[in-house]
């Protein structure tokens, strides 16, 4: 029979646990108990049909009666007479609804953060009121989260790494594990000139709340000795932060960029040139070398859609970079050292030229194999000391 049960009760009430609604209530003030919770009963037929099992039914309900209360209407059946049934169930307090659920120590909990923040921060509460079980998850960390952002108000753009706050038990590693909920703190309460809206997501944290960041770093190797930095004989594997690359004049005419260490490690000798160990998705860190902007610019990644992705957010700062073993006679050249691609890459890429949007295409509509993919430490050495006298 498809009749309330006392478990399905209990499960409504867990429900505005689970959504959050009684901890926000807390805080709001709005009014969740009395609430009346959904019955489901006998109609008169199933009375008639089922009148054991509608007893039993009754049995149960009212064994759960101290953590709710029953209202009951009087039935009178033509061929049973009188009879009470529960026409209602009630929830009466807060407390029944904890109580019933096990929630109480939680709530106790919570009414303290919301104490301490009405005392210390009261413009975070519509955060705890909007995040309530997140809130409760963080209570134990919470007197600090507080304190963090009490330090950041007195403190207007501070320009110092987080590892510089000299706050008394707390700590760089603390901060930066909790860049996540600081961040949504820090917009609640700073004024907007404080605050960078162009740095977004956990690696923006820094610039866009005023902190120093770490530098961006470019790692690159000198191909050819005329033009080495260093007075040693030694291989020119250098790596600088991105203001000093960017500031270096090198007189170099071409810039190989390469995915995988041990190619730019290996990678040969090439008069006048650089390879620059690229670090996939993301260049930020050549995006403000101005000098680049005028050299060849040659990108070797993975025969993939990933790689044909990575090549057209390169051309994003450099529209003039060309691919270097990105083709279809290197793909088929390979067949015998293919892989599976985990995750192919669906989007348009609008930079590539004809014969790298044919190939990407291609591999996209899985045409020459299943989520082919080649990776780039896989081609041949020769292969590529070849492909370099082309270009």
Not at 34 to 60: H, Y
Not at 349 to 365: H, I, K, N, V, W
Request: charged share 25%; net charge negative; aromatic share 10%.
């Amino acid at each position: 029979m498809n009749w309330t049960t006392p478990a399905e009760l209990k499960a409504q009430v867990q429900k505005l646990w689970d959504r959050g609604i009684i901890l926000s209530a807390m805080i709001s003030g709005e009014s969740v108990f009395p609430r009346r919770l959904t019955l489901k009963g006998p109609d008169s037929r199933e009375l008639s049909n089922s009148f054991q099992e509608v007893r039993d039914w009754i049995a149960r309900l009212s064994s759960g009666g101290k953590h709710y209360r029953i209202v009951w209407r009087s039935v009178n059946h033509r061929i049973l007479g009188a009879n009470e049934l529960p026409a209602e169930i009630w929830m009466h307090s807060l407390d029944d609804a904890l109580g019933w659920i096990g929630k109480r120590q939680e709530a106790r909990q919570f009414a303290a953060m919301i104490t301490l923040t009405r005392d210390w921060q009261p413009a975070l509460l519509p955060w705890l009121e909007k995040r309530p079980l997140r809130g409760l998850e963080l209570a134990e960390e919470w007197p600090n989260l507080l304190y963090i952002v009490a330090w950041r108000i007195k403190h207007p753009r501070p320009g110092i790494y987080l590892r510089q706050i000299d706050l008394p038990g707390v700590h760089s590693k603390f901060i930066e594990g909790h860049r996540g909920v600081l961040g949504e703190l820090f917009d609640l309460v700073l004024p907007p000139e404080e605050i960078d809206t162009t740095a977004t997501g956990a690696i923006g944290f820094c610039l866009r709340y005023g902190f120093q960041d770490k530098p961006l770093r470019v790692r690159f190797r000198i191909l050819d000795t005329k033009l080495a930095l260093l007075p040693t004989e030694t291989d020119q594997d250098i790596t600088l932060t991105q203001e000093t690359f960017a500031r270096l004049k090198l007189h170099v005419t071409k810039v190989f960029i390469t995915e995988n260490e041990i190619n730019f490690l290996a990678f040969p000798e090439v008069p006048e040139a650089i390879v620059i160990f690229g670090a996939g998705y993301g260049f930020e860190n050549l995006a403000s070398v101005e000098w680049m902007r005028d050299r060849i610019i040659h990108y070797w990644g993975d025969i993939d859609t990933h790689g044909f992705a990575i090549l057209n957010q390169l051309r994003g700062f450099f529209p003039h970079a060309a691919s270097l073993l990105m083709d279809s006679e290197t793909l088929i050249e390979h067949q015998p050292l293919w892989g599976v691609e985990p995750s192919p890459e669906t989007g348009a890429l609008t930079r590539l030229t004809a014969e790298e949007s044919a190939l990407y295409g291609q591999l996209g509509r899985n045409e020459l194999g299943s989520q082919i993919r080649l990776e780039q430490e896989k081609i041949g050495f020769e292969w590529l000391v070849e492909a370099l006298g082309r270009v």
